[in-house]
């Protein structure tokens, strides 16, 4: 119990120091070891150049007071040294050089940016070497390329049932535009624990925020976000929690088998369902694939990483 204080403490003086560097540029950094993940290493510096990385690629970490960036900057070296490790133990693969670019054009466009020029000006900002991003985001595709080769064929999708579904759809139906928190809760006794917690930084920081924080899903990094998502997309009984909220509210926490799920409503408004079904079909295919991968990407993550070696310095 006092190994563990003492280790909290620790933590605690070095968050201190480094929102002095945030504050001062100026003061050099230390570099101690500060985790080790197996036989790889988080370093102090590791940390303030991750809480850098995070702010550059949400700006609505911008909100939240440094200690809580620090925390969060430490939490995901921890995911992305987790998945290196998972990583390394099949052959290398390099990333195909026009899907790396694709990736960083929707994230600079997503940060309002026109071109790949600005996005560099923009991380020279934050003193962020380009390479450091192309290597963080190939990682992150070889853990997908993972994940897909690894539960491909365990998805499940019915394209007859999508398409009659298609065709016998209304004239107008209703898209939801869609925020989300997964969280994991070992021990039962502490889900309403967990949860309030949660619902008291939704009330400080904002829904997309406390994604940042608490969220173990890859949308954590963009605040959340999932985006647009059509009614007919959904789960039944998601859907049924959905059409109870109004914008701007929250539902409570929905069982999946990656975790709990929060889910803000962030806008809705209804289309005309005029489209070309072959068009819809490939659609509905692609985000229905997807949204089982990422719950398999999250059951196997917390599947390795109970064999992980986790120890503060």
Known sequence: ???????????????????????????????????????????????????????????????????????????????????????????????????????????????????????????????????????????????????????????????????????????????????????IVEKKENQKKIFKKIEESIKTNGFENTASLFSVSDSSRTGGKIGWINESSINKEILKKLLKLNVGEYTNPIQTPAGFLILSLKDKKKIEQAYNIEEELSLRIKNSQNQQLNQYSNIYFNKIKKDIKISEK
């Open 1 to 183: 119990m006092r190994v563990n204080k003492f280790k909290s403490i620790k933590f605690y003086l070095f968050i201190l120091i480094l929102i002095i560097c945030f504050e001062k540029i100026s003061f050099a950094i230390e570099n101690k070891i500060l985790l080790k993940i197996n036989n790889k290493i988080i370093t102090t510096v590791d940390v303030f150049n991750e809480a850098k990385y995070l702010k550059a690629l949400n700006i609505n970490l911008n909100n939240i007071n440094n200690i809580e960036i620090m925390k969060l900057a430490k939490t995901s070296l921890i995911r992305e040294k987790i998945k290196e490790i998972e990583i390394s133990k099949y052959s290398e693969v390099d990333v195909n050089k026009e899907y790396l670019d694709s990736i960083i054009r929707n994230i600079y466009k997503n940060l309002g940016m026109e071109n790949k020029k600005e996005f560099l000006n923009y991380l020279n900002e934050y003193n962020i070497d380009i390479n450091v991003v192309e290597k963080k985001l190939s990682n992150e595709a070889l853990w997908n390329q993972l994940i897909f080769q690894k539960f491909h064929n365990k998805i499940k999708i019915n394209k007859e049932d999508i398409k009659k579904e298609i065709e016998s759809v209304k004239k107008f139906s209703v898209s939801y535009n869609l925020n989300e928190i997964l969280y």
